[in-house]
């Protein structure tokens, strides 16, 4: 079946650590999207990706770093200079750079340590 | 600056009864409205959208209504189900708002009581 897969859907961290959340989508989708949501907040925009090779700053994109080498794939990288890391992260892809819904994968909740 | 509001964090609705979800945005360049429901540790899952150019659209117990005046946007639902207890994503976008990106309002969480 269709669809965008997250791993891991849990993720324990230590501070100072770096750690990589994978997002791979099998819609042929062209862009592709993390959000983070906290608890009674919205989802707000990391970083986006509309093209292969291709990506820009969401609202909140300091200490997060992304790369799109492949249009399936789309991961994410938290870094030791995220402040406040402890989420949840949702990957989501869009079938072109139109309006038009997203569709999200599962979430992978990162806690740190 | 939120630009997409959802000033209920929650509201509780009896089985069989009407769930009236609302939505408050800012930006008048929004010209598509969507909602989501979200189940905790679960990605949001798409419900139903609404281009400016409709003041309703209807599918199946899911009804959104949007005020293009009062900027305002409404998710009904009739009649509610237990399964329909999640929270709910308002969001909204539209060309010139940069990043074809989807603003979302903070959710509401709607439980629906058996």
């Known amino acids: 079946d269709g669809g965008i897969t997250q791993s891991p859907k849990y993720l324990f961290r230590k501070e100072g650590q770096n750690v990589t959340l994978s997002c791979e989508q099998n819609l042929n989708h062209d862009a592709m999207y993390w959000y983070r949501q906290d608890p009674g907040q919205g989802l707000r925009l990391i970083y986006y990706s509309q093209i292969v090779n291709d990506f820009q700053k969401g609202d909140i994109a300091e200490g997060y770093s992304v790369s799109r080498e492949k249009k399936e794939s789309f991961p994410l990288t938290v870094t030791s200079a995220q402040k406040n890391p402890t989420a949840f992260y949702l990957c989501a892809s869009k079938i072109n750079r139109g309006t038009g819904e997203l569709f999200f994968g599962e979430g992978s909740r990162l806690t740190v340590l | 600056d939120q630009q997409v509001k959802q000033n209920s964090p929650s509201l509780s609705v009896q089985e069989g009864r009407i769930s009236i979800l609302n939505c408050d945005y800012t930006?008048?360049?929004?010209?598509?409205f969507l909602w989501y429901k979200k189940y905790p540790a679960e990605g949001p899952t798409f419900l139903i959208s609404?281009?400016?150019?409709?003041d309703k659209n209807e599918d199946g117990r899911f009804t959104v209504f949007l005020n293009k005046s009062a900027k305002h946007l409404s998710l009904h639902i009739v009649p509610s189900q237990p399964g329909d207890s999640a929270v709910y994503f308002c969001?909204?976008?539209?060309?010139?708002?940069?990043?074809?990106?989807?603003?979302f309002g903070t959710g509401t969480r709607l439980t629906v009581i058996p």
């Open positions: 609404i281009s400016s150019i409709k």
């Open positions: 930006n008048s360049m929004f010209d598509y």
């Open positions: 969001a909204a976008s539209g060309v010139g708002t940069g990043a074809n990106n989807l603003f």
